[in-house]
Each structure stands twice: as structure tokens, then as C-alpha cells.
């Protein structure tokens, strides 16, 4: 366990009284009010400084009714530094009315249009998309990618196309772990990480295993693979919390973290589990 407070780069609250998650339908244990302190319960003994929200794909029109009733909690717990918000970047450059409102919403670092759902490969690629993406730069705000492994061929050519954007990788772009696939992700992977606007989240990891069956062993290869690929430099830690709970309470999370990073120096260590968060995110902004 880390001695040291650390930030948590994607933490998921919701309020199914509030608003309506259609991809919830079905998973009890998902769908349920999460504030603050659950979260507060759920980490334990982890000293979390601060955390930033990640959108959790409500259904449209909410996306900015989300940010807002977040920015609300944040007012109220000094912790939530940093907000993720949904917006709709299929739209292309009329989407920039969006971004304009949530200007005026407190702690909005980034954007993010879930990918992994869509059934087009090329989805993230479409011309409205891209556009879209190239607004951010101006409004200085990043983009987070969510997407499943074999997405990565199309995401590689989306940041191609938009040096001038500041992208994370969410999940370790969600490897094939049920079936204890590498390839090609782990050759993806590389790819993705030559291009130096991309960042990538240590989050998301075990949810991708069997959810009952998973074993550290399992996981640690993974996650090793996505620190060498993108270095202590561009690498950040995310509980993925309350989604992580369908496979792994918190703290046995960070522990794996920890353990897989258990000859990384201290400074090495901080930057994975606070310094580049707080960077990437601009959460002393």
C-alpha cells in the first residue's frame, strides 16, 4: 500500500432517482445511489487525497444535468477535484455549444464519448468526430478513451489525426483477460504509446477478468505491460470504484497496483499514484 495519499483519476457517482442509465438495466449491483461517502467506506484504509468523476453514460439529453449535479457534490466534499463530463462528439462542431456550457460548470478537465459499445469499428473516426475532438485543445480540456481492446487499430488512428489533443486511455484499453489473450493488444499497446499525447489509466483491470475467479497473477501481466509501454511519465492510477466493486473490493485493487510496482523508486511511484493526475487533469488549478 502506498505510504503516501494518492489521487484517484476515475471514480464513478451516481443517482438512479436523478437520472436514467439504460446500460445499468439489469445489474442491481450497479445501479443503486453512490455519493461521496460510499466511496469514503469503500476505500478503507487508502488515504485518497483527491479523485476525479467519470461520467457514467447517462441517457441523453442528462450529460449536462451530470456535470452540474457533480460540480453540486463538490462543493460539499473538497476531495472531488475533477470532473470527466459526457458530451455527445458525434455531433462535430455543433457539439462546441456544449462545451461553452460547461465552461460555466466548475472542475470540467475532460471530455468523454464512450467508444466500446459502438458496433461501427470506425465509429471514433467518422469526420464529425474528429472535428469535434480538435475543438478541445481551444477550451483546454482532454479527452478520455474508453473503448474494448480491438478498438485500438481505429483510437490509433484518431490521435493521429488530432496531435494537438491531450488523450487518456482508460482500462488499460481492456484487454482480452477472461480469455488470457495478448495479442494484439500488447502489440496496440505500443503503438498507442509512441504517440506522446496519449496518457494511460492503471484502472478497470479486473472487471475484465472473470469477476469471481480472477487472481492477482492474472491481472499483474497486464498491468506491467501498460506501464512499460507508457512509462512512469504518462501513466496514472483509477479505482474505476463503483464498477470495481463488481470484482474487487478497493483496497485489494491499489494493493495490486503496489505489488506490481514494487521496484519502481518513490518518485516513480508518485507519479503513478498522484503527480501525473494532478498534471494531466490540472487538479491545483
Not at 470532473?83 to 478537465?109: D, F, Q, S, Y
Request: glycine share 4%.
Amino acid at each position: 500500500m502506498p505510504d503516501f495519499p494518492i489521487i484517484d483519476a476515475h471514480v464513478h457517482l451516481c443517482d438512479p432517482q436523478r437520472f436514467s442509465y439504460g446500460w445499468m438495466k439489469g445489474k442491481p449491483a450497479l445501479q443503486r445511489l453512490v455519493l461521496p461517502e460510499d466511496f469514503t467506506r469503500a476505500i478503507g484504509p487508502v488515504e485518497v487525497e483527491k479523485y476525479v468523476f467519470a461520467e457514467v453514460v447517462v441517457d441523453p439529453p442528462q450529460h449536462l444535468d451530470e456535470a452540474r449535479w457533480i460540480a453540486e457534490l463538490a462543493t460539499r466534499d473538497d476531495r472531488l477535484a475533477g470532473i470527466i463530463a459526457a458530451l455527445p462528439m458525434e455531433k462535430g462542431t455543433a457539439v462546441e455549444k456544449e462545451i461553452e456550457a460547461l465552461r460555466h460548470v466548475k472542475g470540467v478537465r475532460s471530455i468523454r464519448r464512450l467508444i466500446e459499445n459502438e458496433k461501427d469499428p470506425e465509429f471514433c473516426l467518422q469526420p464529425d468526430f474528429i472535428a469535434a475532438l480538435k475543438l478541445l485543445p481551444k477550451h483546454d480540456l482532454a479527452f478520455d478513451i474508453c473503448i474494448f481492446h480491438h478498438q485500438l487499430p481505429a483510437v490509433i488512428r484518431m490521435v493521429r489525426q488530432c496531435p494537438e489533443v491531450r488523450f487518456v486511455l482508460d482500462h488499460i484499453g481492456k484487454p482480452p483477460i477472461r480469455a488470457g489473450g495478448f495479442d494484439p493488444w500488447r502489440q496496440h499497446m505500443r503503438e498507442l504509446a509512441a504517440l506522446e499525447n496519449v496518457s494511460c489509466k492503471i484502472s478497470g483491470v479486473a472487471t475484465e477478468a472473470d469477476h469471481q475467479n480472477w487472481t492477482a497473477e492474472q491481472l499483474k501481466p497486464y498491468i506491467a505491460h501498460a506501464i512499460d509501454c507508457f512509462g512512469f511519465e504518462r501513466i496514472m492510477y483509477g479505482g474505476d470504484w463503483h464498477v470495481l466493486e463488481l470484482a474487487c473490493p478497493y483496497p485489494r485493487w491499489v494493493e495490486i497496483v503496489d505489488e506490481v510496482t514494487a521496484g519502481a523508486s518513490l518518485s516513480e511511484k508518485r507519479k503513478l499514484f498522484r503527480d501525473n493526475a494532478i498534471a494531466f487533469y490540472r487538479l491545483e488549478a
